[in-house]
């Protein structure tokens, strides 16, 4: 039998999702700094967990997302997948309007600055990004958008 493309996600699917997503959001980076990330540090398939601050664009506050990250050298790689929904992750617009953001795996905490990888620099990724967490590319197969994946550099 071949595989089946994932089918995108309703409008009204997301709706509905978007709550939970943000009830799960919040209570993983609770959990996750009083455990100094030894609980919720890792997710499906042991992908590793980071919180990420980044300031809001509209607000001007800080808001601390958990999210999936892979190294690379020195860097940092993020997915901007919000499951393969039809737009970008709130958190992806705040790192586009301000790129100084911080980073915290388990207690420590770092400085850094992202940036959109080039289209060569996501295809080199991709195959890392999917052997850590397969269901990338069936996030990629459920929508038309194309994925951004961010480098995030110590400052």
């Given at each position: 039998?071949?595989?089946?493309?994932?089918?995108?996600?309703?409008?009204?699917?997301?709706?509905?999702?978007?709550?939970?997503?943000?009830?799960?959001?919040?209570l993983n980076?609770?959990?996750?700094?009083?455990?100094?990330?030894?609980?919720?540090?890792?997710?499906?398939?042991?992908?590793?967990?980071?919180?990420?601050?980044?300031?809001?664009?509209?607000?001007?506050?800080?808001?601390?997302?958990?999210?999936?990250?892979?190294?690379?050298?020195?860097?940092?790689?993020?997915?901007?997948?919000?499951?393969?929904?039809?737009?970008?992750?709130?958190?992806?617009?705040?790192?586009?309007?301000?790129?100084n953001v911080?980073?915290?795996?388990?207690?420590?905490?770092?400085?850094?600055?992202?940036?959109?990888?080039?289209?060569?620099?996501?295809?080199?990724?991709?195959?890392?990004?999917?052997?850590?967490?397969?269901?990338?590319?069936?996030?990629?197969?459920?929508?038309?958008?194309?994925?951004?994946?961010?480098?995030?550099?110590?400052?």
């Open positions: 039998m071949a595989d089946k493309k994932p089918r995108p996600f309703t409008e009204r699917e997301e709706r509905m999702a978007a709550p939970f997503v943000k009830l799960m959001s919040n980076t609770w959990i996750y700094r009083i455990s100094g990330g030894k609980i919720w540090g890792t997710w499906l398939y042991g992908a590793p967990v980071a919180l990420v601050t980044a300031i809001g664009r509209k607000s001007g506050k800080p808001r601390t997302v958990p999210l999936l990250y892979l190294w690379e050298g020195e860097n940092i790689v993020l997915v901007a997948s919000k499951g393969g929904m039809s737009h970008h992750p709130l958190w992806y617009g705040n790192m586009v309007a301000n790129p911080e980073i915290q795996i388990g207690a420590e905490k770092t400085k850094m600055t992202a940036r959109d990888a080039s289209d060569e620099e996501k295809a080199a990724l991709w195959p890392k990004l999917v052997k850590m967490y397969p269901d990338y590319d069936d996030y990629q197969a459920r929508t038309e958008r194309n994925i951004p994946v961010l480098i995030l550099s110590p400052r």
